[in-house]
T-cell receptor, first 111, second 114 residues
Framework: SQQGEEDPQALSIQEGENATMNCSYK?????LQWYRQNSGRGLVHLILIRSNEREKHSGRLRVTLDTSKKSSSLLITASRAADTASYFCATARSGNTPLVFGKGTRLSVIA | NAGVTQTPKFQVLKTGQSMTLQCAQDMNHNSMYWYRQDPGMGLRLIYY???????DKGEVPNGYNVSRLNKREFSLRLESAAPSQTSVYFC?????????????FGPGTRLTVT
């Protein structure tokens, strides 16, 4: 069964606005990763945060992790039409176990 | 580098037919994975190979078999296709067997079983 659950399932915003997506998971983790999937394509890795980290930045992306609440959030600042995609969180229970993916958030950025 | 490649891109099968989905990576990665993605669902793990010579079941292995042919190639076989196996199949690889590292995905194979 899916470990992570993203919220909301779908999000529609105007270009230039910020987009926030949340992920909740059930068991303890070693790390949590966020991936993007453009329509009809494979997933692309965006950012990874380890269980002992609370926040990471990469360009316009900011990820937070709260292990006490078993939740993470992905913030995309100053969104662009090209950010339109599905975003998935994935968790790993240890360093050598496969990733378990959530169902994703569909983000639409309207120009 | 081509990264992770998958063949074919599209396939239509009749119920009961068999086929093999091919996956190859040229990044010298140790671990490889097969997922399926259904509408409104995330990716569900079918089988994985943590390293050359090993394979393990994932969340939804029934109806599938895999072969880790060598370090580069990891194939997925449907022995007797069923309509429930209509899905998009993704192969992925990861650099190391252990440790914290991300996965690299292929472009997917869209399979329809009628």
């Amino acid at each position: 069964s899916q470990q992570g659950e993203e919220d909301p399932q779908a999000l529609s915003i105007q270009e230039g606005e910020n987009a926030t997506m949340n992920c909740s998971y059930k068991t303890s983790i070693n790390n949590l990763q966020w991936y993007r999937q453009n329509s009809g394509r494979g997933l692309v890795h965006l950012i990874l945060i380890r269980s002992n980290e609370r926040e990471k930045h990469s360009g316009r992306l900011r990820v937070t992790l709260d292990t006490s609440k078993k939740s993470s959030s992905l913030l995309i600042t100053a969104s662009r039409a090209a950010d339109t995609a599905s975003y998935f969180c994935a968790t790993a229970r240890s360093g050598n176990t496969p990733l378990v993916f959530g169902k994703g958030t569909r983000l639409s950025v309207i120009a | 580098n081509a990264g992770v490649t998958q063949t074919p891109k599209f396939q239509v099968l009749k119920t009961g037919q068999s086929m093999t989905l091919q996956c190859a990576q040229d990044m010298n990665h140790n671990s490889m994975y097969w997922y399926r993605q259904d509408p409104g669902m995330g990716l569900r793990l079918i089988y994985y190979s943590a390293s050359e010579g090993t394979t393990d079941k994932g969340e939804v292995p029934n109806g599938y078999n895999v072969s880790r042919l060598n370090k580069r190639e990891f194939s997925l076989r449907l022995e007797s296709a069923a309509p429930s196996q209509t899905s998009v199949y993704f192969c992925a690889s990861r650099p190391k067997k252990d440790g914290v590292n991300e996965q690299y995905f292929g472009p997917g194979t869209r399979l329809t079983v009628t």
